[in-house]
């Protein structure tokens, strides 16, 4: 099983930008589908989490700006970003969490000038 994240690039300020992440294999049982990032020098930091029902939970520091969503056989995890800010900018990685483990991508880099 792989995840692929892509979307990632240069942005100015204020601009938005739409992350993919789409898995190849099979996994069973996806408990929930999850975004993260990590900027240079800093630890990894959840964004936001959509689980099997639909529902969705945000980090404080992208609530508003954010949004995640996936297709319906649970096989891409998007991440509509808006509002950018310099603070955003980072490697943002998908994460696939079943009942007894979870998977991860390679992350895709998030630019964003001021």
């Known amino acids: 099983v792989q995840l692929q994240a892509s979307g990632g690039g240069l942005v100015q300020a204020g601009g938005s930008l739409r992350l993919s992440c789409v898995r190849s294999?099979?996994?069973?049982?996806?408990?929930?589908m999850r975004w993260y990032r990590q900027a240079p020098g800093k630890e990894r930091e959840w964004l936001a989490t959509?689980?099997?029902?639909?529902?969705?939970l945000y980090a404080d520091s992208v609530k508003g700006r954010f949004s995640i969503s996936r297709d319906r056989d649970k096989k891409t995890v998007y991440l509509q970003m808006s509002v950018l800010e310099p603070e955003d900018t980072a490697s943002y990685y998908c994460?696939?969490?079943?009942?007894?483990?979870?998977?991860w991508g390679q992350g895709t880099l998030v630019t964003v000038s001021s």
């Open positions: 994460n696939f969490v079943t009942a007894y483990t979870d998977y």
């Open positions: 294999g099979s996994i069973i049982g996806i408990k929930a």
């Open positions: 959509i689980i099997t029902n639909g529902s969705v």
